[in-house]
Antibody, heavy 117, light 107 residues
Framework: EVQVVETGGGLIQPGGSLRLSCAAS????????MIWVRQAPGKGLEWVSF???????YYADSVKGRFTISRDNSRNTLYLQMNSLRAEDTAVYYC???????????WGQGTLVIVSS | DIQMTQSPSSLSASVGDRVTITCRAS??????LAWYQQKPGKVPELLIY???TLQSGVPSRFSGSGSGTDFTLTINSLQPEDVATYYC?????????FGQGTKVEIK
């Protein structure tokens, strides 16, 4: 069964750092496309970052230079390192598998990040 | 960047009605468009990809159409379990922008 589970969210002060994890099962992260999407409270979905199977990475302008997507193939886990956090980064962060040309077909339950002093 | 504009932002319809949601891209995105459903308090779920292909397990009352800049999600015979917010997402190029969402309620 394909599954992704995010962890690592929490309350963090502005300017702080946090690393989110996304543990995958039922498929291999190393040869999959993976995506991070966030949703601020009461707001819509916002694409954050993407990593191709070949390791190429892409970021939304709102997080470029502050967030880094990566993966640990041995742990079959995706990460999102978030630095210089701002209040506007407060959101539920979802990771999802992006299957071929078919969209994000498996989503985690999300992990809440609150940036506040 | 290409902007994605959904309309309407919300709608209320009766059970059994046909519902149509529109997503417009500011530039040609071919058919690189997905639709997602997010029920209240739940995780988004993929409904349609490549503009018109139904994801496995999605009820056949959902359909998608369009290419280029104009796309439509149609729900034939709206059901109570379809109460949700629907999002389009383009993926022809970075950034993979979502529309702002359309909230569907039962009248």
């Amino acid at each position: 069964e394909v599954q992704v589970v995010e962890t690592g969210g929490g309350l963090i002060q502005p300017g702080g750092s946090l690393r989110l994890s996304c543990a995958a099962s039922g498929f291999t992260v190393s040869n999959s496309y993976m995506i991070w999407v966030r949703q601020a409270p009461g707001k819509g979905l916002e694409w954050v970052s993407f990593i191709y199977g070949n390791g190429n990475t892409y970021y939304a302008d709102s997080v470029k230079g502050r967030f880094t997507i990566s993966r640990d193939n041995s742990r079959n886990t995706l990460y999102l390192q978030m630095n210089s956090l701002r209040a506007e980064d407060t959101a539920v962060y979802y990771c999802a598998r992006w299957y071929l040309n078919r969209g994000a077909d498996y989503w985690g339950q999300g992990t809440l990040v609150i940036v506040s002093s | 960047d290409i902007q994605m504009t959904q309309s309407p932002s919300s709608l209320s319809a009766s059970v059994g009605d046909r519902v149509t949601i529109t997503c417009r891209a500011s530039q040609d995105i071919s058919n690189y468009l997905a639709w997602y459903q997010q029920k209240p308090g739940k995780v988004p779920e993929l409904l349609i990809y490549t503009a018109s292909t139904l994801q496995s397990g999605v009820p056949s009352r959902f359909s998608g159409s369009g290419s280029g800049t104009d796309f439509t999600l149609t729900i034939n015979s709206l059901q109570p379990e379809d109460v949700a917010t629907y999002y389009c997402q383009k993926y022809n190029s970075v950034p993979w922008t979502f529309g702002q969402g359309t909230k569907v309620e039962i009248k």
